[in-house]
């Protein structure tokens, strides 16, 4: 007997949803052209999919000050890889699988920019000294090979009403960060240590 609730074919999902309006089947182009560059230069935000070669997937945020990407030409950006907790997991899967997927944000505008492509890892000085912040040169920095470029309209962002006041919350509402993992892996060690440990990076390792 099949199984009505579980979509398995694209022709049953085509069937489902129906035809793309023109504007989103079209809206794909394979180039940084005037537009994303500049929405690229006005985000302090991305996010940053990859996987691993047997396709686990990781999403992993990226920030700093507006235009810490770089656009270096129509098919290449950098985005410099600052300091952080030293799991590297989105670099490993990079080294497995270099196809990656980015959605760049920009607080206050609800349209977002995706970028799929490929990217490597580049150490080169010549590279890295441009993309220094705070006197801290980066260790390393993605070098992303454009595929896909296309704006994301606003549905997702309207609906959670991301930028407004609607659903913001005070921090206290829920635990400290250390407190939260220590709880979750149950090693016995200490939440206030742990959150320390947190803040101690936030004031010491942010670059």
């Keep these: 007997m099949n199984d009505v609730t579980q979509i398995s074919d694209a022709e049953t ?13 079209i809206k794909c182009i394979d180039h940084l052209e005037k537009h994303a560059r500049h929405f690229i230069s006005l985000s302090p935000f991305l996010c940053l999919a990859t996987s691993n070669a ?51 944000m920009i607080p206050g505008v609800e349209d977002t920019l995706r970028i799929n492509g490929q990217a490597r890892i580049v150490r080169e000085a010549a590279v890295l000294e441009p993309l220094t912040l705070n006197g801290k040169v980066p260790r390393s920095a993605l070098e992303v090979s454009v595929e896909e470029v296309m704006f994301q309209c606003s549905k997702a962002l309207r609906r959670s009403h991301l930028w407004g006041e609607d659903y913001k919350i005070e921090r206290s509402v829920l ?8 709880e979750q892996v149950a090693d016995g060690s200490s939440g206030a240590e742990a959150e320390a440990m947190v803040q101690e990076s936030l004031k010491t390792r942010l670059y």
């Design 54 to 104: 047997e396709g686990r997937l990781d999403v992993s945020p990226r920030g700093d000050p507006p235009g810490f990407v770089q656009v270096v030409d129509d098919k290449r950006l950098l985005i410099p890889d600052r300091r952080g907790n030293n799991r590297v997991d989105s670099l490993s899967n990079v080294v497995e699988n270099p196809r990656v997927g980015l959605i760049f």
């Design 13 to 25: 999902l085509h069937g489902l949803y129906g035809e793309p309006s023109r504007l989103a089947a």
């Design 175 to 182: 635990p400290p960060l250390g407190h939260m993992i220590t």
